[in-house]
């Protein structure tokens, strides 16, 4: 069976330093992979996906970049974290083919900027 | 535009009382819908989807939910609701067919359920 891993659980770091949050799955090979934010009391928000190794598609404009360096792990990076970068990250993982259709969510990763 | 409307923000009932979580959506065609659940400080877990065929569709920990094409609306339910039902559900719409590379989501803002004893 296939799952997703986030790593780590919860974070706190100061602003203007870097950040580097991991999402990988097991059980499968060639997903689409996603990062959504959720900021407290709001809904989802996709930040970027995936559809491939280096490929990666951004959703809206931030201080936020993803890479894909191997098939199940997408990371989620900044250089110079914001305030308004605080909030939980949710990672995804939907199969590539046949049913692509569902969505999967890790465990999430919280943020808090200081 | 595509759009996901949960209309409560939060709903409180009391445990064995009967729920249903309301989702309206706005979409080109009939597109594949979802519920799903939050525990707090958790990831989001499917309860439900519904692509096509019986309307009345049955998910995990006794959950349902009802697509009405007329109404656009995909309403959750449960007859009788548990202390550990609480947490916050999310309605979602993705394009039907599964074409393409990838399938963006569209998800409502979400319902915050609490139950008292």
């Known amino acids: 069976s296939q799952t997703i891993h986030q790593w780590p659980a919860t974070l706190v770091q100061p602003v203007g330093s870097p950040l580097s949050l991991e999402c990988t799955v097991e059980?499968?090979?060639?997903?689409?992979l996603y990062w959504y934010r959720q900021a407290a009391g709001r809904g989802l928000q996709l930040l970027f996906y995936?559809?491939?190794?280096?490929?990666i598609s951004s959703e809206v404009p931030q201080n936020l970049s993803a890479s894909r360096p191997q098939d199940r792990q997408f990371i989620l990076s900044s250089k110079k974290l914001l305030l308004s970068d605080s909030g939980f990250y949710l990672c995804?993982?939907?199969?590539?083919?046949?049913?692509?259709?569902?969505?999967?969510f890790g465990p999430g990763t919280r943020l808090t900027v200081l | 535009a595509q759009s996901v409307t949960q209309p409560d923000i939060h709903i409180t009932v009391s445990e064995g009382a009967s729920l249903e979580l309301r989702c309206n959506y706005s979409?080109?065609?009939?597109?594949?819908l979802f519920w799903y659940v939050q525990s707090p400080g958790q990831g989001l877990q499917l309860l439900l989807k519904?692509?096509?065929?019986?309307?009345l569709v049955q998910g995990i920990k006794g959950f349902e939910a009802e697509f009405k094409r007329s109404q656009s609306s995909f309403n959750l339910r449960k007859p009788s609701v548990h202390w550990s039902d609480a947490a916050e559900y999310f309605c979602?719409?993705?394009?039907?067919?599964?074409?393409?590379?990838?399938?963006?989501?569209?998800f409502g803002a979400g319902t915050r359920l609490a139950v008292h004893p």
């Open positions: 979602a719409v993705g394009p039907p067919g599964g074409t393409g590379g990838y399938n963006k989501l569209i």
């Open positions: 059980g499968t090979s060639n997903p689409n």
């Open positions: 995936s559809v491939g190794i280096g490929q």
């Open positions: 995804a993982w939907q199969a590539d083919r046949g049913r692509r259709d569902t969505q999967y």
């Open positions: 979409y080109g065609a009939t597109p594949y």
């Open positions: 519904y692509f096509s065929g019986d309307t």
